[in-house]
């Protein structure tokens, strides 16, 4: 008898089911396997290399020897500084950096973790729909519940706070929001931000809001949630080297706001895990002191593969949510169409692999998401072969 099996199929890991792409995994290898190119536009991942001033500061970080041991788990104090630093110049935002910082090894670590600190078995988060993936890892595995609240395009894919009533508000531990927005690119305004802040200090409740596209913006850089008056009672916001530095594969993010929360995650992790390795800690002190000039010529890449690849889209009867940033398009197809299919039927007439939105949430259904991280030669031959596609 395969007693393991059974054990893992009653265990909370079947409410991890990634069904969505199941299918279009499965033809990506068929079509892989018989010779056929495919372009990925799937997955958030830059293909812009890390800038090879900050690589070379890791190699010689590497090297040394005080780098060697057991890191610091909270961050080294020169980096919880140069993160104090950072979003003072970015945001005019004052942090303790003893209790108001808190260096993660990415921020879907610290996400996943974050609601074992706030939940008990029965509490609800909230999770928009669609979203990142992540934001039901920790709710899943704390036995918490998940109340789903969707973003509309006629909202500009921010919560309707108003229809979602005093009653779910008022019982809610965790409100995940993720501005700049992943799938659909959405900016948060400070309009919104400051009518939030007002409904968690109202019911009680905390804000997680992930910040982890928020440099990369093409017009009016996007506002932290911390230069609300009064936030850091109620709100916790998650920053990353991952987008803004092409560093995804570097872990490193940090958490700031809430010292309660931040000390929180910080005894849990103690117990889960001994921090980031210093010599990226280093690494990362050196790319934050210089992050404007890096985030400057990155943010120029991908607005050119915007322009251009919105533009394209548009001309074949595509409808593009006018983002002000992020390396995402959300996008109709020109007919209706359930966005499983039409993902499919991009990588089988056009070799173009992009999401389904249904995999983002039920109300991501009817749009593809186009992630822009391939190079410019890749995606004009992406855009002529979408062109060519019979809808
Ligand atoms: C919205 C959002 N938050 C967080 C992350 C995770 O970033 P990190 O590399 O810091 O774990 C991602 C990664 O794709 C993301 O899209």
Same mark, same amino acid.
Request: charged letters at 25%.
């Given at each position: 008898?395969?007693f @393991?099996?059974?054990?893992?199929?009653?265990?909370?890991?079947?409410?991890?089911?990634? +069904?969505?792409?199941i299918?279009l995994?499965? &033809?990506?290898?068929e079509?892989q396997k018989?010779?056929?190119k495919?372009i990925?536009?799937?997955?958030?991942?830059?293909d812009?290399?890390?800038? /090879?001033?900050?690589?070379?500061?890791?190699?010689?970080e590497?090297? $040394?020897?005080?780098? %060697?041991?057991? !890191?610091?788990?909270?961050?080294?104090?020169?980096?919880?500084?140069?993160?104090?630093r950072? %979003?003072?110049?970015?945001?005019?935002?004052n942090?303790?950096?003893?209790?108001?910082i808190? @260096?993660?090894?990415? /921020?879907?670590?610290?996400i996943?973790?974050l609601?074992?600190?706030?939940?008990n078995?029965?509490?609800?988060?909230?999770?928009p729909?669609?979203s990142?993936?992540?934001?039901?890892t920790?709710?899943?595995l704390?036995?918490g519940?998940?109340? #789903?609240?969707?973003?509309l395009?006629?909202?500009?894919?921010? !919560?309707?706070?108003?229809s979602?009533g005093?009653?779910v508000?008022? $019982?809610?531990?965790?409100?995940?929001?993720?501005?700049?927005?992943n !799938?659909t690119?959405?900016f948060?305004?400070?309009?919104?931000?400051?009518?939030?802040?007002?409904?968690? &200090?109202?019911?009680?409740?905390?804000?997680?809001?992930?910040?982890? +596209?928020s440099?990369?913006y093409?017009s &009016?850089?996007?506002?932290s949630?911390?230069?609300i008056n009064?936030?850091?009672?109620?709100a916790?916001?998650?920053?990353?080297?991952?987008?803004?530095?092409?560093m995804t594969?570097?872990?490193?993010?940090?958490?700031i706001g809430?010292r309660?929360v931040i000390? /929180?995650?910080?005894?849990?992790?103690?117990n889960?895990d /001994?921090?980031?390795?210093?010599?990226?800690?280093e690494t990362?002190v050196?790319?934050?002191?210089?992050?404007?000039?890096?985030?400057?010529?990155i943010?120029?890449?991908?607005?050119?593969?915007?322009?251009?690849f919105?533009?394209?889209l548009q $001309?074949?009867?595509? #409808?593009?949510?006018?983002?002000?940033?992020t390396?995402?398009l959300?996008?109709?197809?020109?007919?209706k169409i359930n966005?499983l299919?039409?993902?499919? $039927?991009?990588?089988?007439e056009?070799?173009v692999?992009?999401?389904p939105?249904?995999?983002?949430?039920?109300?991501?259904?009817?749009?593809?998401?186009f992630?822009l991280?391939a190079?410019?030669?890749l995606?004009?031959?992406?855009?002529?072969?979408?062109?060519r596609?019979?809808?």
């Amino acid at each position: 008898m395969d007693f @393991v099996k059974k054990m893992i199929s009653k265990s909370r890991m079947k409410r991890f089911a990634p +069904y969505v792409f199941i299918e279009l995994d499965k &033809k990506k290898k068929e079509f892989q396997k018989r010779g056929k190119k495919i372009i990925s536009l799937a997955i958030g991942d830059p293909d812009i290399p890390t800038p /090879s001033e900050i690589a070379k500061i890791a190699s010689r970080e590497v090297r $040394k020897s005080v780098n %060697h041991s057991y !890191p610091s788990g909270r961050g080294t104090v020169k980096l919880r500084r140069a993160i104090a630093r950072w %979003h003072h110049r970015r945001f005019g935002v004052n942090l303790d950096e003893e209790k108001e910082i808190l @260096v993660l090894i990415g /921020s879907k670590e610290g996400i996943a973790h974050l609601p074992f600190t706030l939940l008990n078995r029965g509490d609800t988060a909230i999770i928009p729909d669609p979203s990142y993936p992540a934001y039901k890892t920790g709710v899943i595995l704390s036995d918490g519940k998940i109340h #789903k609240i969707p973003l509309l395009e006629k909202n500009g894919f921010l !919560p309707d706070i108003k229809s979602i009533g005093g009653k779910v508000l008022g $019982k809610t531990s965790i409100f995940f929001i993720n501005y700049p927005n992943n !799938p659909t690119g959405a900016f948060a305004s400070r309009k919104f931000l400051r009518e939030i802040v007002e409904a968690a &200090k109202k019911h009680h409740f905390l804000i997680a809001q992930d910040a982890a +596209y928020s440099e990369l913006y093409f017009s &009016k850089p996007a506002p932290s949630i911390l230069e609300i008056n009064g936030a850091r009672d109620v709100a916790v916001e998650f920053h990353s080297l991952s987008k803004t530095f092409c560093m995804t594969g570097w872990r490193l993010a940090w958490l700031i706001g809430n010292r309660r929360v931040i000390q /929180s995650l910080a005894a849990l992790k103690e117990n889960i895990d /001994s921090g980031q390795f210093n010599a990226i800690q280093e690494t990362a002190v050196y790319a934050l002191n210089h992050c404007e000039r890096f985030a400057r010529s990155i943010r120029k890449i991908y607005k050119g593969r915007r322009d251009f690849f919105s533009e394209q889209l548009q $001309k074949y009867g595509w #409808k593009i949510f006018a983002s002000q940033g992020t390396f995402f398009l959300w996008a109709r197809p020109p007919i209706k169409i359930n966005s499983l299919k039409c993902a499919l $039927k991009l990588l089988k007439e056009a070799g173009v692999l992009a999401a389904p939105g249904r995999g983002f949430g039920k109300n991501g259904e009817g749009y593809i998401r186009f992630s822009l991280t391939a190079p410019m030669p890749l995606l004009r031959q992406a855009a002529k072969s979408i062109s060519r596609i019979k809808w």
